[in-house]
């Protein structure tokens, strides 16, 4: 096939972008949008800080633009992001009762997902809650106030907010299957898999350096699909786009057979949040790069 998400198509995949509200009215942005991508996730439009600004009160607007453009064009949309320690409005990291934090984590779940129920195949439940260099999660409000089980309980709700929607865990740097991160992510699956917590699909962000992948990341991601779960490439971009870099990330994929796709974090260099990088596919001008056909061959 010609575009990138036909080719990832043909094998059952599919391949997916950021996207971000404000420049869906840019026509040389659209139009690559809805040639190559068949998945979108919103850049910042689902996350924590846009949705629930104050307490119960919901801002879907921005969100549902992305969500309709998508129907438009017969996209599929990943949710990012329900529970991460960034981009959070104050009034919740201020938050130091347990009961009262638990019921506003759970009641942002809850709402979240039943307003956009039956338009997400996969949400990030719970993003970035693990630390780097260690097997333990990282300080946040969650863990503060909550401790370990906060991530056991985001995911029991949002299974009972929608049971039609994958549930993912999603990360970086734990592509590395020797990094005590990547074993601190690996333990919870299995875990969770063993007690029967609802959790369908683990997210590696791959944001990589201009080496690409490291070479154990075919190992990370078929151990991680052994577990029962589906694995997803959901940020990927490279400093530079070297061509064996994104060559040998698509390949990691393509060789697995539970892995669901993969997502570039962003269309354009100019649109990458590591813009001074020229991470993507595309350049400023929307012209493909030699990295675009390095991942076409590859899927
Ligand atoms: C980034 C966005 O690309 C930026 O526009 C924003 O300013 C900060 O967040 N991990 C994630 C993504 O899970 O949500 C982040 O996106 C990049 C790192």
Not at 58 to 87: E, Y
Not at 145 to 172: H, M, P, Q, W
Not at 194 to 199: D, E, F, T, W
């Amino acid at each position: 096939a010609s575009t990138l998400g036909a080719q990832a198509a043909a094998s059952g995949r599919y391949f997916g972008t950021a996207v971000a509200a404000g420049k869906l009215g840019n026509s040389t942005y659209s139009t690559i949008l809805d040639r190559e991508f068949n998945m979108i996730t919103p850049e910042n439009e689902m996350k924590w800080d846009t949705t629930e600004p104050s307490r119960g009160s919901f801002n879907f607007g921005p969100a549902d633009q992305i969500v309709s453009h998508a129907v438009a064009h017969g996209q599929r949309m990943r949710g990012h992001t329900l529970v991460w320690h960034s981009q959070l409005p104050g009034w919740v990291s201020s938050i130091g009762d347990a009961n009262t934090l638990r019921s506003v984590m759970d009641n942002h779940i809850t709402s979240e997902m039943t307003h956009f129920k039956g338009k997400i195949y996969a949400w990030d439940v719970v993003n970035e809650a693990f630390a780097d260099g260690s097997t333990q999660h990282r300080s946040s409000v969650f863990q503060n106030v909550l401790g370990n089980g906060f991530i056991e309980e985001a995911f029991r709700t949002a299974r009972a907010a929608d049971s039609s929607a994958k549930l993912c865990y999603n990360d970086y740097n734990i592509e590395n299957w020797s990094d005590a991160k990547t074993q601190g992510v690996y333990a919870m699956v299995k875990d969770f898999k063993s007690r029967g917590v609802p959790i369908d699909c683990v997210g590696f962000q791959s944001h990589f350096g201009s080496g690409g992948p490291p070479s154990s990341f075919p190992t990370t991601l078929s151990n991680f699909a052994a577990l029962g779960v589906d694995v997803q490439l959901t940020e990927l971009d490279i400093a530079q786009a070297p061509t064996t870099g994104y060559s040998n990330t698509v390949k990691a994929c393509v060789n697995v057979s539970r892995c669901a796709g993969i997502t570039v974090w962003g269309i354009r260099d100019s649109d990458s949040w590591r813009s001074g990088d020229n991470p993507l596919l595309f350049d400023g001008n929307g012209n493909k790069k030699s990295a675009y056909d390095a991942v076409l061959s590859a899927l």
